[in-house]
């Protein structure tokens, strides 16, 4: 089940507009905290641009925010929150910097291309699905441990394995994946594996 999509790849996509460096950082962003974290990591880098101009987008209570950073009000900001908007996506923060080239661009002009920017980042960036995951543990004898790799593997589960009186495996997967996993657990080992949910949570799908 998919619940939203986000940026499925951190990107940075630079232009030029009448001598003006435009350079744009695409993240993203599972909360408040890393946006944050984010933005002040841009401007420390470009601390010398002129402008730096951000916009974030948060799933958690539709929270969005966004900064003209000098510019004209309504020029930078709102068009690159606008352009992740109409892009759909959310969890992502893009900040825009700006090396100004000695040319004015006009209010028309600084719409086009702070939206030019997020754009081009969004585009290259792509597109990932955010589903629900578990977190989980197995325990199962020695005796099932090849089936059990083989059956794991399939479900493209990411696994931490521990060996004591039995074997105990932490794994990570999709939702929809752990439920067939259940439904191949039961059917093929019965009772000898058993197995508990640790954690239910929303994730980047990377594959």
């Not at 892009?87 to 030019?116: K, N, S, W």
């Not at 790799?149 to 932490?170: D, K």
Request: hydrophobic share 40%.
């Amino acid at each position: 089940m998919v619940c939203y999509q986000t940026i499925r790849k951190d990107t940075v996509f630079e232009f030029t507009e009448k001598k003006s460096i435009f350079l744009t950082h695409a993240f993203f962003v599972p909360g408040e905290e890393t946006a944050r974290a984010r933005v002040q990591e841009i401007c420390r880098q470009h601390k010398d641009a002129t402008h730096n101009v951000y916009a974030y987008c948060l799933h958690q209570g539709g929270f969005r925010k966004m900064s003209d950073d000098g510019e004209p009000s309504g020029t930078a900001g709102m068009p690159v929150l606008n352009t992740i908007l109409k892009a759909g996506i959310e969890d992502v923060c893009v900040v825009v910097t700006r090396y100004f080239g000695g040319i004015l661009l006009g209010a028309g002009g600084l719409v086009r291309a702070y939206t030019r920017g997020a754009a081009g980042a969004l585009e290259q960036g792509g597109r990932a699905n955010i589903v629900p995951f578990i977190r989980c543990r197995f325990q199962y004898g020695y005796e099932s441990q090849a089936r059990m790799q083989r059956v794991l593997g399939q479900a493209s589960a990411m696994t931490e394995t521990e060996y004591g009186m039995q074997v105990s495996v932490r794994a990570l997967l999709r939702q929809d994946r752990f439920e067939r996993l259940e439904a191949v657990l039961r059917e093929q080992f019965f009772a000898s594996v058993t197995w508990e949910i640790l954690e239910c949570f929303l994730s980047r799908d990377e594959g």
